[in-house]
């Protein structure tokens, strides 16, 4: 008797365990105005090609920069806008070489960065689906604080925004 129990105590337990039917609901949170579309994590496949273009950019390999560089819209933190890697690199270049004028500190520690996408859309009008968006910080030798966006299709930029603020004393204090 001992020894059904124990087998149907096993075969109860494998029949549990074998239940592989489960579907994970895509966790998402928050939302884009004038769409029906929430944010998602993206992937570390995207981050890492943001890592290539952040090492490249750090040594100034200009060519692996506009390697990964397509058409788009780059919005620098003056208010400059470039479309393309040929007009990025020169922009960037600009700032590196006044930079080098002026004595002041160039270079950058780079404090996080994470992946981010937009649900699907039942509207096909939204484009905002293509690729993956990259939030990065930065805090640069210069004491400021740079907050970027980078969006990346098939390992090229198309998309990226720059904004610059002082440290503030709560982040003087950890340092």
């Not at 570390?44 to 040594?59: G, I, L, R, Y």
Request: aromatic share 12%; glycine share 8%.
């Amino acid at each position: 008797m001992k020894n059904f129990i124990l087998l149907f105590s096993l075969i109860g337990l494998f029949v549990s365990c074998a239940d592989n039917n489960h579907t994970c609901e895509v966790q998402t949170n928050g939302f884009i105005t004038g769409s029906d579309q929430t944010i998602m994590m993206g992937s570390q496949a995207t981050v890492e090609v943001f890592k290539k273009f952040d090492a490249a950019w750090a040594v100034r390999d200009y060519e692996t920069l506009k390697a990964h560089i397509g058409s788009g819209s780059f919005i620098h933190d003056d208010g400059t806008i470039t479309t393309n890697g040929e007009e990025f690199v020169a922009k960037i270049d600009n700032s590196y070489q006044a930079s080098l004028e002026t004595g002041e500190d160039w270079g950058w520690t780079t404090n996080f960065a994470y992946s981010v996408k937009p649900s699907a859309s039942n509207d096909p009008e939204n484009t905002n689906t293509q690729g993956e968006w990259v939030n990065a910080r930065f805090t640069g030798a210069d004491g400021a604080v740079y907050e970027e966006w980078y969006q990346f299709v098939e390992g090229k930029l198309i998309n990226w925004s720059s904004a610059k603020r002082e440290l503030t004393k709560a982040e003087e204090l950890k340092e």
